[in-house]
């Protein structure tokens, strides 16, 4: 859990009383992270940088500063960045970007540039307008957002030309500027960054994010994704593996059951590992579906790309399959309230939908996030 206590603290500079948020959280690479560290659900963002209302210093700890600080501030760049309020962004996301990066312009003065770095990505994070607490308008993130972010790469490369490190973890580095590099563009750019973390060895979650990296920038993708996202395209990738893999041998495991035991049966195990839920009148063919739903919420086009990684001859139900798991609900259970895809499409921009629990079908935008559970003819 996150806490923040505020107190009076002295400004550096002119020494008036400012009020002052101490943050108990730590940046670090874990589940709940978008692949550049930003927690999800991280609220408290605005409130890491304070601003002095009598003399505009802007600092993470408003009574601290170094010995070039006051002659800094007084500097044309820092006060035009001060009032440098944009009208794509609301009074507020505006101010605590301008605070960042001020506070930036300050680390970078006095040769703490990996400090600088974070203020200018925290400024990208404040532009990205993910929170209850900034504007969410997308023209932020295509001009804003990109701007923080070329920034923060900036002095990131300052930090590392230096010999400073700006992140704890082996490759972590590498980690963070493959995001800066591909979300604004620079695809070109990701994979030697990547390959070198890989080359240094690092813990598995860092490993899953480099690849993820290279995956998402041959797609040219420039959105802001999670090390969730991260984690479960590895998952997909070794079951997918591991699926051609046993094809084959399924195959036989299916020959060799009917042969034995004659035919498959509603509520057993099927070839593929599912669940059983609808079996022809000689047991020979049928429907298995999987026995959890696929991790996160997803869109319609995203729940069919993941269901069909699951492995060969994996889908997203059809709408008609889809009402088969509710009628078989008593043989598959653990589904939750949400609703849920099916693969049939109304037409380019809607879906059907269906609560598996109560039975409703309703159609949704594809682009709105959903349950999905694969299932697999045999």
Known sequence: MTMIFTYTAECFICSEPCEQDDIASITQFDTSCNLDTRQIGFDVIPNSITRCQNCGYCATQISQGYDITKETIRSEKYLLQLINNSEKMSWFASYQTNSFLCS???QEEAGNYSDAGWSALSAAWICDGE??????????????SISCRKRAMELFLLARAKGDSFSQEIAGEEAILADLYRICGQF?????????GMAK???????????????LA???????????QAIEHAELTRRNIESKI?????????????????KFELGTKGPGGGIIIKVNASGSRGLEVQPDDCKMLLS???ARKTCKNYGRGWRLPTKDELNLLHENISIVDGYTNNAYWSSSAINKSHAWGQYIKDGFQYTNIKKDRLRARAVRSF
């Open 188 to 196: 070109e750019k990701v994979k030697p960054v990547c390959d070198a």
């Open 201 to 215: 060895d690092p813990i598995e979650l860092v490993k899953h994010v480099l690849t993820y990296q290279i995956i």
């Open 131 to 144: 929170g209850d607490l900034w504007d969410r308008r997308s023209e932020t993130k295509s001009e804003g």
């Open 246 to 262: 046993s094809y084959r041998f399924l195959t036989f495991v299916k020959f060799l059951y009917l042969r034995l035991w004659g």
């Open 104 to 106: 930036a312009i300050i």
């Open 300 to 302: 319609w086009p995203d």
């Open 218 to 228: 041959s797609r040219k993708d420039t959105d802001c994704h999670t090390i969730d």
